[in-house]
DNA sequence: CTTTGCGTTTGAGCGCACTCAAAGGCGTAC
DNA sequence: GTACGCCTTTGAGTGCGCTCAAACGCAAAG
C-alpha cells in the first residue's frame, strides 16, 4: 500500500467485490488467457505474429506507426516480434475489443512510459474504463433480452 | 408452433436456457425496460423524441433517411413522432448498442416489412446476433479480468 | 540471372456512423 | 412587420480505425 493508492484497500476490495457479485460467470480461469504460451518462440515475424494474434500485418504495422507498441528489426530490417512486443499486442487487443479508442490506449501506454509516478492517473484510467465495460455489459444484457424476447416471440405475432 | 420455426420447440428453449445459465445476471425485469412509457405523448417533436432517446436530432434524421423508422409531419412540416415510432427507434438503438450494424438492421426490418414469410429468416438472424452478442459479452468479461488485473496490481510492479 | 516470396516505406483511400452547413419555411412575441 | 426559435431539406464534412497501392529491398530456389 502506498501514495499512489487512489481508493483505500479496503475500498478497492469492496468495488472489486461489488462487480464480482455482479458477475458470476466471470471465471477466474480467465486470467491464464491473458499469458501467452510458453512454447512462443522468441522471435516473430510478422506473418507469425498476425496469425497468433489475429490481426493483419497491415494493422500490426499501423499500431507501430500509431505508437501502440515498439517492434525491433532483424538484419534485413524486417520486423522482428519478440514476447514483450507480443505481449503489448494481446494487452492492446483487449482493450480495444473492450472499446477503447486508440487514443485513450496510447494516453495509458505513454503513462506507463513515463514511469511509476503515473500509477495514480493509470489506476484511475482503468477504473474508469471498467465502469465503462461493466455499462456496457448492462447494454448487452438489454439488448439479449431484447433478442431473446423477439427470438420466444416467433410464432406469435410480434411487430417489428 | 409451424412451418417458419427454424428450431423445435424444445431445441429453442433449451437455446435459451444454455445461455440462461452463463448469464445469471440477466434480470427478467430487464424487459419491463423495453416498454415505453404509458404517460407518452401520442406526439412528440424531433427534439423531445431526441431527448427521450438520449440521440440527438441529428442523428434521428439520418435514422429517418437510412430507412430504420419511418416518421410521419405535421400541419407544418415538421416530424412527428409517435409512439411506433419511438418504440422502433428504441429497438434500433439496442441493437446498435450491441454493435449491429445499420446495414444489418436495415436489411432485418425490410424482412418485417416483408410480412410473416420472412420470419424463418428473421429468427435465424436474431439467433446469429444473439450468438455475437454472447461473443462480445465473453470478450468484455476478459477485458474486465485484464482491467481488474492492471488495478489490483498497482502498489507492485507490474507492466505495462 | 531471373523469378518468387516476403518484407519494407510513405501516403493515400475507404466504410461507417454520424455531424454539420447553408438556405430557407413557419408561427408566435414584441 | 420583423425578429426569434424551431423546424425543414440537400449535400458535404469529419473522425476513427483500419486498409491498400506503389515502388522498392533482399534472399533463397530454379
Redesign the interface.
Known sequence: ??A??LLTAPD?RQA?LD?RS??????PD??H??ELPDDLPEQLSIAEAAELTALTAHTLRYYERVGLVSVGRDAAGHRSYDRQAMA?IV?VT??R??GMSIGAISHY?QL?QQGPDT?PE??AL??E??AS??R??R??????????????V??GTA??
Not at 455482479?22 to 471465471?27: A, I, K, S, T
Not at 447494454?139 to 420466444?152: F, P, R, S
Open positions: 500500500m502506498n499512489t493508492d478497492r472489486i462487480h455482479e458477475l458470476p460467470p466471470v471465471d480467465l486470467l488467457l491473458l503489448r494487452f483487449r482493450l475489443a473492450s501506454l506507463v500509477e493509470r489506476l482503468m477504473q474504463h471498467r465495460i461493466q456496457q455489459l447494454e448487452l444484457q438489454l439488448a439479449l433480452a431484447v433478442t431473446d424476447y423477439k427470438i420466444t416467433y410464432g411487430a417489428p
